[in-house]
């Protein structure tokens, strides 16, 4: 009975620890950096580009901004505009706080983070000289220690230590390559077994001219088995007189050469793994790159149907290393599957028209995808989109073939989503598009079932000299498609077609203008916007669909884009505008936009920047200070009578008082008859959990006090309007606000 207890503890504790974790997501905020201008290095013999690098974040209420590198503190100031800039030249000079001799030392990742009081989730950014084959390797020095000199610090000890290790593994162990070859990143005193070096190594054997059929990683394995030749002396150009010079240095520290540990930077290599059968199958994984998921070259699947799967982990920082695959591959591919993986590795025989045709008539069926097969397409379509030769028909055929993935089996569609980050990489595609649409000067118009896109140069021809800052969906007497939709630009000056619209959102001018002039050496500056007719291709909200006496109202998706790439922190929001087609009353509407590399249990859905603004003439308005995908959250009561529903709430109360009741009796009644300090811990505990349970019923029901502090607010606020587009007035206390980099 004893033990049953101490399980059904452990079990409500995790549920709370869950339900806690579930709250806190929507405190969860984003800074980003991106890098703005170059400024050109010669100092290794060629030309290498440092970046400098901008501070981004969806919110302003933070003092204080702080610079990383890899975990190193390399900036800490205030909220100006020098604050929220990084130059990585600055880096290199000896008055910097943090010195880097030289520019290979200075890849990484970068970020920047504030004293914001809420958790903030950091996007990266990566620095790296592709011109350079860099690894990260690991070894263990058993006959080392840091010293026992009292009068130095950890950190001194370290410090020092590293600079040592630096010194003698440039000249001794890596002295076969050219300098600088290698950079130490941190010591761990590892307790009676010596001390743990990581290090970076920098290859510059091969400068010759790429071969075409090469790829970045299969160059990075080529240059990695020779690191690894030499240091085993299995290849004929090693130097016996380094080479023995080399194994006293490793003899001296206690190093194993053959324990030495590389790591490829770049991605995973092509790897092969066995499944128990008679005989053994073999299965062959592809090269991958850090961060990206693959299917084997077999196209297997396991016995219940579902894909089989492997992902590429790690970093840049600690190096790529294969993860463990997601089942046996136990079961053949399917014709389907076969004809698609042969048609994926074919990539680039045929002309495009030809190739783009097999593949629609291999998908016409929807129905018959699986997720193994919407990863083969999905990584065609990522081919495709980033051939810069595309036509306009073969970018409404790309289009297509993801407009049909919104029609295949849902229980493949959700699984698709979670496995395999169907919408990162549809939306990879969709990106890419853009991007070779504003290169080129083209415009994208395209209608299918379940998706809109169009783009519109912003700048209009004289004598108008108008600018285009929004787009609007015209309804249409069919309402369950989106193919015969049409398009409508908003100019600055002109009225809003609210009543005939589906949605639509309106940029700040200034922010067009700008961009207008930052394009204007390169391309005409295109407004871009995708519609989704729902969720189909995005992952649900888990936050919101917790309450589970709500559901969520299917809405459109709209994703809104401009030349130059992403703006946040704008002075004059973006207004987004979705038709409310819904009689039936909607409680608490929620706008939340989706960022595909935030990987919460949310499914990437945040509210940090975006705001309800009611409703007026039949629409849901937000306001959001950023570019991103939007949508509006519709929570309809499964439970339409309000009588019943008040009976409901209720009932519960009374289910969960009495439960309470049962549970502290049981617990005491043990506790005082059998005066065990066992039963004493469980009594406390049991009491512990009456007041959890009780704080958390009020959370998750309708009287919460944060609830009702909302609904206080909600009604204190004017009711907005849908007016034509003008930049928000802002009374002197608001100017007087902090303001940052937008």
């Given at each position: 009975?004893?033990l049953?207890?101490?399980?059904?503890?452990?079990?409500?504790?995790?549920?709370i620890?869950?339900?806690?974790?579930?709250?806190?997501?929507?405190?969860?905020?984003?800074?980003?950096?991106?890098?703005?201008?170059?400024?050109?290095?010669?100092?290794?013999?060629?030309?290498?580009?440092l970046?400098?690098?901008?501070?981004?974040?969806?919110?302003?209420?933070?003092?204080?901004v702080?610079?990383y590198?890899?975990y190193?503190?390399l900036?800490?100031?205030?909220?100006?505009?020098?604050?929220?800039?990084?130059?990585?030249?600055?880096?290199?000079?000896?008055?910097?706080?943090?010195?880097?001799?030289?520019?290979?030392?200075?890849?990484?990742?970068?970020?920047?983070?504030?004293?914001?009081?809420?958790?903030?989730?950091?996007?990266?950014?990566?620095?790296?000289?592709?011109?350079?084959?860099?690894?990260v390797?690991?070894?263990?020095?058993?006959?080392d220690s840091?010293?026992?000199?009292e009068?130095?610090?950890?950190?001194?000890?370290?410090?020092?230590?590293?600079?040592?290790?630096?010194?003698?593994?440039?000249?001794?162990?890596f002295g076969?390559?050219?300098?600088?070859?290698t950079?130490?990143?941190?010591?761990?005193v590892?307790?009676r077994?010596?001390?743990?070096?990581?290090?970076?190594?920098?290859?510059?054997?091969?400068?010759?001219?790429?071969v075409?059929?090469?790829?970045?990683?299969?160059?990075?394995?080529?240059e990695?088995?020779?690191?690894n030749d030499?240091?085993?002396n299995?290849?004929?150009?090693?130097?016996?007189?380094?080479?023995?010079?080399?194994?006293?240095?490793?003899?001296?520290?206690?190093i194993?050469?053959?324990?030495i540990?590389?790591?490829?930077?770049?991605?995973?290599?092509?790897?092969?793994?066995?499944?128990?059968?008679?005989?053994?199958?073999?299965?062959?994984w592809p090269?991958?790159?850090?961060?990206?998921?693959?299917?084997?070259?077999?196209?297997?699947?396991?016995?219940?149907?579902?894909?089989v799967?492997?992902?590429?982990?790690g970093?840049?920082?600690?190096g790529?290393?294969?993860?463990?695959?997601?089942?046996?591959?136990?079961?053949p591919?399917?014709?389907?599957?076969?004809?698609?993986?042969?048609?994926y590795?074919?990539?680039?025989?045929?002309?495009?028209?030809?190739?783009i045709k097999?593949?629609?008539?291999l998908?016409?069926?929807?129905?018959?995808l699986?997720?193994?097969?919407?990863?083969?397409?999905?990584?065609?379509?990522?081919?495709?989109?980033?051939?810069?030769?595309?036509?306009?028909?073969?970018?409404?055929?790309?289009?297509?073939?993801?407009?049909?993935?919104?029609?295949?089996?849902?229980?493949?569609?959700?699984?698709?989503?979670g496995?395999?980050?169907?919408t990162?990489?549809?939306?990879?595609?969709?990106d890419?598009?853009?991007?070779?649409?504003s290169?080129?000067?083209?415009?994208v118009?395209?209608?299918?079932?379940?998706?809109?896109?169009?783009?519109?140069?912003t700048?209009?021809n004289?004598?108008?000299?108008?600018?285009i800052?929004?787009?609007a969906?015209?309804?249409?007497?069919?309402?369950?498609?989106l193919?015969?939709?049409?398009?409508?630009?908003?100019?600055?000056?002109s009225?809003?077609?609210?009543?005939?619209?589906?949605?639509y959102?309106?940029?700040p001018?200034e922010?067009?203008?700008?961009?207008?002039?930052e394009?204007?050496?390169?391309?005409?500056c295109?407004?871009?916007?995708?519609?989704?007719e729902?969720?189909?291709?995005f992952?649900?909200?888990?936050?919101?669909?917790?309450?589970?006496?709500?559901?969520?109202?299917?809405?459109?998706?709209m994703?809104?884009?401009?030349?130059?790439?992403?703006?946040?922190?704008?002075t004059?929001?973006?207004?987004?505008?979705?038709k409310?087609?819904?009689?039936?009353?909607?409680?608490?509407?929620?706008?939340?936009h989706?960022?595909?590399?935030?990987?919460?249990d949310?499914?990437?859905?945040?509210?940090?920047?975006?705001?309800?603004?009611g409703?007026?003439?039949?629409?849901?308005?937000c306001?959001?200070?950023?570019?991103?995908?939007?949508?509006v959250?519709?929570?309809?009561?499964?439970?339409?009578?309000?009588?019943y529903?008040?009976?409901v709430?209720?009932f519960r109360?009374?289910?969960?008082?009495?439960f309470?009741?049962v549970?502290?009796?049981l617990?005491?009644?043990?506790a005082?008859?059998?005066?065990?300090?066992e039963?004493?811990?469980?009594?406390?505990?049991?009491?512990?959990?009456?007041a959890?349970?009780?704080?958390?019923?009020f959370?998750?029901?309708?009287?919460?006090?944060?609830?009702?502090?909302?609904?206080?607010?909600?009604?204190?606020?004017?009711v907005?309007?849908?007016?034509?587009?003008?930049?928000?007035?802002?009374?002197?206390?608001?100017?007087?606000?902090?303001?940052?980099v937008?």
């Amino acid at each position: 009975m004893l033990l049953t207890r101490y399980k059904f503890s452990a079990w409500v504790h995790g549920l709370i620890a869950c339900l806690i974790a579930i709250i806190n997501i929507e405190n969860v905020e984003t800074t980003e950096i991106t890098n703005s201008t170059w400024v050109l290095d010669t100092s290794l013999g060629f030309e290498v580009n440092l970046p400098t690098l901008t501070c981004r974040a969806k919110y302003t209420e933070y003092k204080e901004v702080k610079w990383y590198k890899d975990y190193v503190l390399l900036k800490q100031g205030g909220v100006s505009l020098s604050d929220h800039i990084l130059a990585l030249v600055d880096l290199l000079e000896n008055s910097s706080s943090v010195y880097f001799e030289n520019p290979l030392q200075l890849q990484g990742y970068y970020w920047c983070e504030t004293d914001y009081i809420n958790a903030s989730s950091v996007h990266r950014f990566l620095f790296r000289i592709t011109e350079v084959k860099t690894f990260v390797g690991k070894l263990l020095a058993t006959q080392d220690s840091l010293g026992d000199d009292e009068e130095l610090s950890m950190k001194e000890k370290i410090s020092i230590k590293k600079s040592i290790y630096e010194y003698e593994m440039q000249q001794v162990l890596f002295g076969f390559l050219p300098e600088p070859n290698t950079f130490v990143t941190d010591i761990i005193v590892r307790r009676r077994k010596g001390l743990e070096v990581w290090f970076y190594i920098y290859v510059r054997k091969l400068f010759e001219p790429r071969v075409p059929y090469k790829s970045d990683i299969i160059e990075d394995e080529d240059e990695l088995h020779y690191l690894n030749d030499y240091l085993n002396n299995e290849t004929t150009t090693v130097d016996q007189d380094h080479y023995q010079q080399l194994l006293d240095w490793t003899k001296f520290r206690g190093i194993n050469i053959r324990s030495i540990e590389i790591r490829s930077t770049v991605g995973c290599y092509q790897d092969v793994t066995l499944v128990p059968a008679e005989p053994p199958i073999e299965i062959t994984w592809p090269y991958a790159n850090i961060g990206e998921i693959v299917i084997p070259d077999e196209a297997c699947s396991s016995k219940n149907g579902l894909a089989v799967t492997r992902y590429c982990a790690g970093s840049f920082y600690n190096g790529a290393r294969w993860g463990n695959p997601t089942g046996k591959c136990n079961m053949p591919p399917s014709k389907l599957t076969l004809q698609l993986k042969n048609l994926y590795n074919k990539f680039g025989d045929d002309p495009k028209p030809i190739y783009i045709k097999k593949l629609q008539d291999l998908t016409n069926n929807p129905l018959q995808l699986t997720v193994t097969d919407m990863h083969i397409v999905t990584d065609i379509l990522t081919e495709l989109s980033e051939v810069p030769e595309l036509t306009s028909d073969e970018i409404d055929e790309a289009f297509t073939m993801i407009d049909r993935m919104a029609e295949t089996n849902v229980s493949e569609l959700v699984s698709a989503k979670g496995t395999i980050k169907l919408t990162s990489r549809l939306l990879t595609v969709i990106d890419n598009v853009f991007r070779l649409a504003s290169a080129r000067n083209k415009e994208v118009k395209v209608a299918k079932k379940h998706l809109l896109v169009e783009t519109k140069y912003t700048k209009m021809n004289a004598p108008s000299n108008d600018h285009i800052i929004g787009i609007a969906v015209i309804n249409s007497g069919n309402k369950n498609t989106l193919e015969d939709k049409k398009t409508e630009f908003l100019l600055s000056s002109s009225s809003i077609p609210k009543h005939e619209s589906l949605a639509y959102f309106l940029l700040p001018p200034e922010l067009v203008i700008k961009r207008e002039k930052e394009t204007a050496e390169k391309y005409d500056c295109q407004i871009n916007v995708v519609l989704f007719e729902n969720w189909y291709l995005f992952p649900k909200p888990i936050e919101i669909l917790y309450k589970r006496n709500y559901k969520i109202v299917p809405t459109p998706v709209m994703y809104v884009s401009l030349s130059g790439g992403s703006a946040w922190n704008l002075t004059s929001p973006v207004h987004l505008y979705f038709k409310n087609e819904h009689d039936r009353k909607i409680e608490n509407p929620i706008c939340v936009h989706y960022d595909p590399r935030v990987d919460y249990d949310d499914g990437g859905w945040g509210t940090e920047g975006c705001e309800y603004g009611g409703i007026k003439d039949g629409f849901h308005i937000c306001r959001c200070s950023h570019l991103s995908i939007f949508a509006v959250i519709l929570k309809d009561f499964l439970i339409g009578d309000s009588i019943y529903k008040e009976s409901v709430v209720k009932f519960r109360v009374a289910v969960t008082i009495f439960f309470f009741f049962v549970m502290s009796w049981l617990f005491g009644f043990f506790a005082l008859n059998e005066k065990s300090k066992e039963l004493r811990i469980l009594f406390s505990i049991s009491i512990t959990l009456t007041a959890y349970y009780i704080t958390l019923f009020f959370v998750f029901h309708e009287f919460s006090f944060w609830e009702m502090c909302r609904k206080w607010k909600k009604n204190k606020e004017p009711v907005s309007e849908v007016v034509k587009y003008t930049p928000e007035k802002r009374n002197e206390e608001q100017n007087t606000e902090q303001k940052t980099v937008g």
